[in-house]
T-cell receptor, first 116, second 113 residues
Framework: AQTVTQSQPEMSVQEAETVTLSCTYD???????LFWYKQPPSRQMILVIRQEAYKQQNATENRFSVNFQKAAKSFSLKISDSQLGDAAMYFC?????????????FGQGTRLTINP | DGGITQSPKYLFRKEGQNVTLSCEQN?????MYWYRQDPGQGLRLIYY???????QKGDIAEGYSVSREKKESFPLTVTSAQKNPTAFYLC????????????FGPGTRLTVT
């Protein structure tokens, strides 16, 4: 079985500050991929960043970066210089080959509030 | 522009009625997925399809049915057997390759009373 856990239901940060969202996962697969998705009030799911498990280098996408700790099965998202438009639900997800298909398993989400 | 469309955005039905949610993509993706999202929860997989005329049950398939007659289309029917159908439904698509991300539609909010 594959599980993804986000232990912070809600987080808040001051505009322009840095915030880190936590995620832990568990999978028996050796070949897997990790993602962070953003869901703003419009409820459209938007890909923020992805990480291949076989890569040691942490992925970075502009103000968004991850801290991937493979041994600890941890995959946190750091948002630098937070902006009002970053306010959203953030979902961590793990994709691996299971039961004949590539499947994506999501965490419960973290609601991020940006304080002006 | 390539993308995924879901219609309608809001749908209301009476209890006991079947209802079909539409999902269309023009990304030329082979794989399509249906997820259910409840308040305070992540997305849960209902059904998925990796190729036309073939689909598989996800984690919460009971009370739902799908068809995949065309590559572009993957409609979801919420049947009267689904005990708690009120939810937000998201459709996604992807190429069938390791690690490729899924692209999501805008979702349909279904309310059953």
């Amino acid at each position: 079985a594959q599980t993804v856990t986000q232990s912070q239901p809600e987080m808040s940060v001051q505009e322009a500050e840095t915030v880190t969202l936590s995620c832990t996962y568990d999978t028996s697969e050796s070949d897997y991929y990790l993602f962070w998705y953003k869901q703003p009030p419009s409820r459209q799911m938007i890909l923020v960043i992805r990480q291949e498990a076989y890569k040691q280098q942490n992925a970075t996408e502009n103000r968004f970066s991850v801290n991937f700790q493979k041994a600890a099965k941890s995959f946190s998202l750091k948002i630098s210089d937070s902006q009002l438009g970053d306010a959203a639900m953030y979902f961590c997800a793990c994709k691996a080959f299971m039961e004949g298909a590539q499947k994506l398993v999501f965490g419960q989400g973290t609601r991020l509030t940006i304080n002006p | 522009d390539g993308g995924i469309t879901q219609s309608p955005k809001y749908l209301f039905r009476k209890e006991g009625q079947n209802v079909t949610l539409s999902c269309e993509q023009n990304l030329n993706h082979d794989a399509m997925y249906w997820y259910r999202q409840d308040p305070g929860q992540g997305l849960r997989l209902i059904y998925y399809s990796q190729i036309v005329n073939d689909f598989q049950k996800g984690d919460i398939a009971e009370g739902y049915s799908v068809s995949r007659e065309k590559k572009e289309s993957f409609p979801l029917t919420v049947t009267s057997a689904q005990k708690n159908p009120t939810a937000f439904y998201l459709c996604a698509s992807s190429i069938v390759a390791r690690g490729y991300e899924q692209y999501f539609g805008p979702g349909t909010r279904l309310t059953v009373t």
